[in-house]
């Protein structure tokens, strides 16, 4: 059996090891998944609803040694790292809200005279086994979106987590085989990446979950032929800012939304589009406050919202693709340059814009000022990308409002707030490159089952 070494990203010390599993193994935890299904598919909603509150009660009593395993393996700063397992608790929470409310819905069947004298219902059942796999930047709330969910409507969960903070993953594993007495139900598997993929050549593994990069989300795509899937893939947010708007008030919002756990998230802001007229103040105001208040460096300093990027790879990528901005006319504000693990918190202006870091997705401490002149050309900058999960903007104008909710490809627009913020129930996910599907628990819900209908003659 092989060893996985976890490492701290911040100072490469060995944070754990963990088991890997070969081949007959992973069959092995599809089989026991499989049989869980018989048990979990007739539990009765409330015992479903009682198993993730109980869940969510063990989260909580954990919350100190989960959020140390998350700045430990992901290098997320300590207060991020705390309101990520306040978010897991509302994860389950919301899942045992809708395991509650899920039963069915009574038809119609006299709404054509050839249904009268019968009697119809459905009820949403699940497909079968799901295979989720979670990411490196939330290690524990988007697995507990794949898990809770699977619970919630009664499926089985095989659930592996990135190679990279499987930490997080395998003790939410362990406090749910304290609540849960199904065996099989929810099973976390660290495996190869090699490996990954076999999950999806069995064909009972009916619904796959991935949220990660977009180029291994469509692979994924392409081999699961036989199973319903739903991909959170990558981002490049955009914020819109209007002269209409209190530029002091939004500035912290805007510089969280940008470099809160290095940028290192989908919906993290990478391109700042002002109206000409405030440009120059938004600006200034915005590298101020950077300079002056935002702090980079070690994860577990309550002071610091900038930890490590999670590798060497990912941080040399981003500083040459700075360096390539600069090269073709870019100017660097502020930050531009790497101090050990973390990028220095970065704002740049004049990129070109066909250049990947306005296209496409940086993941990092980094954003894009751009100036526009007309709310049109606003909407049109905004929508000059691949990628299409949250956009924000920044206006009173009921009418701009409503443009921009018509005409922005995104899969939500976020009003007054950064693209960054996210309600964990509702409605998340993306168009275009950023993916396909839903996750918050009821939209997780809807494509881990499937609708199967009652008709019974009544005379």
Same mark, same amino acid.
């Given at each position: 059996?092989?060893?996985?070494?976890?490492?701290?990203?911040?100072?490469?010390?060995?944070?754990?090891?963990?088991?890997?599993?070969?081949?007959?193994?992973?069959?092995?935890?599809?089989?026991?998944?499989?049989?869980?299904?018989?048990?979990?598919?007739?539990?009765?909603?409330?015992?479903?609803?009682?198993?993730?509150?109980?869940?969510?009660?063990?989260?909580?009593?954990?919350?100190?040694?989960?959020?140390?395993?998350?700045?430990?393996?992901?290098?997320?700063?300590?207060?991020?790292?705390e309101a990520e397992v306040d978010r897991a608790i509302i994860t389950f929470t919301s899942?045992?809200?809708?395991?509650?409310?899920?039963?069915?819905?009574?038809?119609?069947?006299?709404?054509?005279?050839?249904?009268?004298?019968?009697?119809?219902?459905?009820?949403?059942? =699940?497909?079968?086994?799901?295979?989720?796999?979670?990411?490196?930047?939330?290690?524990?709330?988007?697995?507990?979106?794949?898990?809770?969910?699977?619970?919630?409507?009664?499926?089985?969960?095989?659930?592996? =987590?990135?190679?990279?903070?499987?930490?997080?993953?395998?003790?939410?594993?362990?406090?749910?085989?304290?609540?849960?007495?199904?065996?099989?139900?929810?099973?976390?598997?660290?495996?190869?990446?090699?490996?990954?993929?076999?999950?999806?050549?069995?064909?009972?593994?009916?619904?796959?979950?991935?949220?990660?990069?977009?180029?291994?989300?469509?692979?994924?795509?392409?081999?699961?032929?036989?199973?319903?899937?739903?991909?959170?893939?990558?981002?490049?947010?955009?914020?819109?800012?209007?002269?209409?708007?209190?530029?002091?008030?939004?500035?912290?919002?805007?510089?969280?939304?940008?470099?809160?756990?290095?940028?290192?998230?989908?919906?993290?802001?990478?391109?700042?589009?002002?109206?000409?007229?405030?440009?120059?103040?938004?600006?200034?105001?915005?590298?101020?406050?950077?300079?002056?208040?935002?702090?980079?460096?070690?994860?577990?300093?309550?002071?610091?919202?900038?930890?490590?990027?999670?590798?060497?790879?990912?941080?040399?990528?981003?500083?040459?693709?700075?360096?390539?901005?600069?090269?073709?006319?870019?100017?660097?504000?502020?930050?531009?340059?790497?101090?050990?693990?973390?990028?220095?918190?970065?704002?740049?202006?004049?990129?070109?814009?066909?250049h990947p870091l306005c296209v496409d997705e940086a993941f990092a401490p980094l954003a894009?000022?751009?100036?526009?002149?007309?709310?049109?050309?606003?909407?049109?900058?905004?929508?000059?990308?691949?990628?299409?999960?949250?956009?924000?903007?920044?206006?009173?104008?009921?009418?701009?409002?409503?443009?921009?909710?018509?005409?922005?490809?995104?899969?939500?627009?976020?009003?007054?707030?950064?693209?960054?913020?996210?309600?964990?129930?509702?409605?998340?996910?993306?168009?275009?490159?950023?993916?396909?599907?839903?996750?918050?628990?009821?939209?997780?819900?809807?494509?881990?089952?499937?609708?199967?209908?009652?008709?019974?003659?009544?005379?």
């Amino acid at each position: 059996m092989s060893r996985l070494r976890v490492l701290n990203p911040f100072d490469q010390s060995v944070v754990g090891e963990v088991a890997t599993l070969d081949l007959a193994q992973l069959k092995s935890t599809i089989d026991v998944a499989h049989q869980a299904l018989s048990q979990t598919r007739v539990q009765p909603p409330h015992e479903r609803a009682e198993l993730l509150l109980r869940i969510a009660d063990r989260v909580r009593e954990h919350k100190t040694e989960l959020a140390c395993l998350i700045v430990s393996e992901a290098g997320k700063p300590i207060t991020l790292a705390e309101a990520e397992v306040d978010r897991a608790i509302i994860t389950f929470t919301s899942a045992a809200d809708e395991a509650r409310r899920w039963p069915g819905q009574v038809l119609d069947a006299g709404a054509y005279p050839t249904g009268i004298g019968h009697f119809a219902l459905f009820q949403r059942v =699940p497909i079968g086994v799901v295979y989720g796999m979670g990411p490196f930047n939330f290690p524990l709330n988007l697995v507990a979106h794949k898990i809770a969910p699977a619970i919630a409507c009664g499926a089985p969960i095989l659930l592996k =987590p990135s190679p990279r903070t499987p930490l997080s993953a395998l003790k939410l594993q362990e406090l749910i085989q304290k609540s849960d007495p199904v065996p099989g139900h929810v099973q976390v598997i660290v495996c190869d990446n090699e490996l990954a993929t076999q999950p999806l050549e069995d064909p009972r593994v009916k619904v796959v979950s991935f949220t990660g990069s977009a180029t291994v989300g469509w692979k994924i795509k392409a081999q699961a032929v036989h199973q319903r899937v739903t991909l959170e893939l990558g981002g490049n947010a955009p914020v819109i800012l209007h002269d209409d708007i209190d530029i002091p008030r939004i500035i912290p919002m805007l510089a969280s939304g940008i470099f809160a756990n290095a940028g290192q998230s989908c919906i993290s802001i990478q391109r700042v589009l002002i109206h000409r007229p405030i440009y120059d103040k938004t600006r200034d105001l915005l590298v101020q406050h950077t300079l002056a208040q935002v702090r980079f460096g070690d994860p577990t300093r309550r002071d610091v919202i900038v930890g490590p990027m999670i590798s060497a790879e990912a941080r040399d990528r981003i500083e040459q693709q700075i360096r390539q901005a600069i090269d073709q006319g870019a100017r660097v504000l502020c930050g531009g340059k790497t101090q050990g693990p973390c990028l220095e918190p970065t704002l740049l202006e004049h990129v070109p814009p066909d250049h990947p870091l306005c296209v496409d997705e940086a993941f990092a401490p980094l954003a894009v000022l751009v100036p526009y002149d007309t709310w049109e050309q606003a909407l049109q900058l905004a929508n000059q990308t691949d990628y299409g999960l949250q956009a924000g903007i920044f206006t009173h104008d009921l009418q701009r409002i409503t443009q921009a909710f018509e005409r922005l490809e995104y899969g939500g627009i976020l009003v007054n707030q950064i693209p960054t913020f996210r309600i964990d129930h509702l409605p998340y996910g993306g168009v275009k490159n950023s993916g396909i599907g839903r996750e918050g628990p009821r939209w997780a819900m809807l494509d881990m089952t499937e609708i199967k209908t009652l008709i019974l003659r009544t005379t």
